[in-house]
């Protein structure tokens, strides 16, 4: 018999997502795997966490109906309904078993019988595609390195807290090594190119040794046909286009064009889709040489544009211009912004990647940055005209970004949250497409215990123990353990994409979605009296 959902309560996640606080981590599970089978009209991402589901919407009408099914769903069980069983084949020989072994008592035999002896279940993806928690009924609490590695090979089997794991690519990690699969948990070649899901039930298999299974890599194809070619790709110039959301559980970011409206308007001005695949530059300084005849249009960041040619001359930003057979455009560097978007008639016809053609930093998922002596390969022209030149945005002094407080909010004291929204804060040197990190008078937390894993949207402000925020971008990972003070509006991370090192910017505090009125039962929205009363006195 099913328990009443009256357990679980909801939290804003900004005006389009909200984070559904759960009864434990099997009714996350369960919750995540029966609004993901619902079909709901509006649901764009749902991820599971430790203990909490996050929905993201496309509209705020569209979330409150999510919201609504989430908070009368009845509780459910992890491994449930639908699960496969997943065998993965380990070597256990990892660098830490040893010390697993003394820290839970049970030696490093001990170890590998208690991994091995029970069924785990896929729980929910982690900071890259393929990263999957996996947790089990009787599980000693590893505690996780003092010091991170800052390389961990691809297939390594590792232990942190109560879940067990597996690395599906080389990066930086603090889990505990016990062994290693050959296992690829993620792989493009598949059809479902995941080996897990949510829900799924995990055996770990000992074995003396892995069968290796080499990818399978295809040669690139030769670009035919009317082309671009890299001459000078600037600082990064990255392939972007409208995203690929609705993978978040799977581990997989949404990507795409930082600033959305910018590169939709470089589209439409060569009559392309607004969510078409252009480029992306950081800071100018990109020389692209035509091979055939081209219609492009050059937004966002404000640079000094030139063709170079037997006609040498200045086209201007904002509007479309030929670049014909042999010439050279030359972005110069960016006098204010931070990232020019370069479109061209047809788009940019690199193959999708799940969906899209968009470059992931972080999961490495879609087109290489690209290079000098790259061919960019153009598509047919599409059916619409060119369009007139559009006015560009006037820069602003100190740009304002609009933040909805929370969910997290509760863990910083009143005087955290006046000072987030009174102070300007610098955009760091260290920034990316994963972050824009701030720097700024740190902010003190309230609570300092350890934040269960729960999944994230582009715009969440999250505060590490440093004090100093991070807004994730849109290729940070899908889960996070840092408490987030406020969520970006999504229109406003635009201004986050062209702010160069350095810039300044200000926070203003909007008001949360109004997400459902009480649910019979106990369930309810947030009530108004757990947010900070205090308002940025600079208003």
Do not use: K
């Not at 061209?344 to 968009?358: F, K």
Request: aromatic share 4%.
């Amino acid at each position: 018999m099913s328990a009443p959902a009256a357990e679980r309560s909801v939290r804003p996640l900004g005006p389009q997502a909200a984070v559904v606080e759960c009864a434990d981590l099997h009714d996350a599970v369960a919750l995540h795997a029966r609004l993901a089978a619902a079909d709901l009209p509006g649901l764009v991402d749902c991820v599971a966490g430790a203990r909490t589901v996050v929905v993201r919407a496309s509209t705020p009408a569209a979330l409150r109906d999510v919201v609504r099914t989430a908070l009368t769903a009845p509780r459910g069980t992890a491994g449930t309904g639908e699960a496969r069983t997943v065998t993965i084949d380990v070597v256990y020989d990892g660098e830490d078993l040893e010390a697993v072994g003394e820290l839970t008592g049970l030696g490093a035999a001990g170890v590998v019988r208690a991994h091995t002896g029970q069924e785990w279940t896929a729980a929910f993806a982690g900071f890259a595609p393929g990263f999957f928690y996996c947790a089990a009924e009787d599980v000693p609490d590893v505690p996780r390195r003092d010091t991170p590695r800052t390389a961990v090979p691809a297939g390594a089997v590792a232990l942190a807290g109560r879940f067990s794991a597996v690395y599906p690519r080389r990066s930086p990690g603090g889990w505990q090594l016990i062994g290693r699969t050959a296992a690829r948990m993620f792989d493009l070649d598949r059809e479902d190119p995941a080996l897990l899901r949510p829900g799924d039930r995990v055996r770990y298999r000992p074995v003396r040794e892995l069968v290796e299974v080499a990818p399978r890599t295809a040669a690139p194809a030769p670009v035919r046909g009317a082309h671009l070619v890299v001459d000078r790709p600037g600082l990064q110039t990255l392939v972007q286009d409208g995203g690929r959301a609705g993978s978040a559980a799977l581990g997989v970011s949404p990507s795409g064009a930082l600033d959305a409206a910018a590169a939709a308007t470089a589209n439409r001005l060569v009559g392309n889709p607004a969510g078409a695949a252009l480029l992306e530059n950081l800071l100018g300084r990109l020389e692209l040489t035509a091979h055939g005849d081209h219609v492009l249009a050059v937004t966002g960041a404000a640079a000094p544009l030139a063709v170079e040619g037997p006609a040498p001359w200045r086209p201007a930003p904002g509007t479309p211009f030929a670049l014909r057979d042999g010439e050279r455009l030359a972005v110069g560097a960016t006098v204010s912004g931070a990232r020019a978007y370069v479109a061209v008639r047809g788009g940019v016809a690199v193959p999708p990647v799940l969906g899209s053609r968009s470059t992931d930093t972080l999961a490495g998922l879609g087109p290489d940055p690209l290079g000098p002596g790259d061919a960019v390969p153009v598509g047919p022209a599409p059916g619409a005209a060119v369009r007139p030149p559009e006015p560009l945005p006037e820069p602003a002094g100190v740009p304002v970004v609009r933040v909805v407080p929370g969910p997290r909010d509760d863990w910083f004291p009143a005087s955290a949250m006046g000072s987030f929204f009174a102070q300007d804060w610098a955009l760091a040197t260290s920034s990316d497409r994963v972050g824009a990190r701030l720097d700024g008078r740190p902010l003190d937390r309230a609570r300092t215990d350890e934040l269960p894993s729960e999944g994230t949207v582009p715009g969440c402000v999250q505060v590490p123990p440093s004090g100093l925020p991070v807004v994730l971008l849109q290729d940070a990972p899908t889960t996070g353990g840092y408490p987030v003070i406020g969520v970006v509006h999504p229109q406003d991370l635009a201004v986050l994409a062209q702010l160069p090192p350095g810039a300044r910017l200000r926070f203003r505090r909007i008001p949360a979605p109004e997400l459902v009125p009480p649910v019979p039962g106990g369930a309810t929205g947030r009530p108004e009296t757990d947010r900070p009363a205090t308002e940025n006195p600079q208003e």
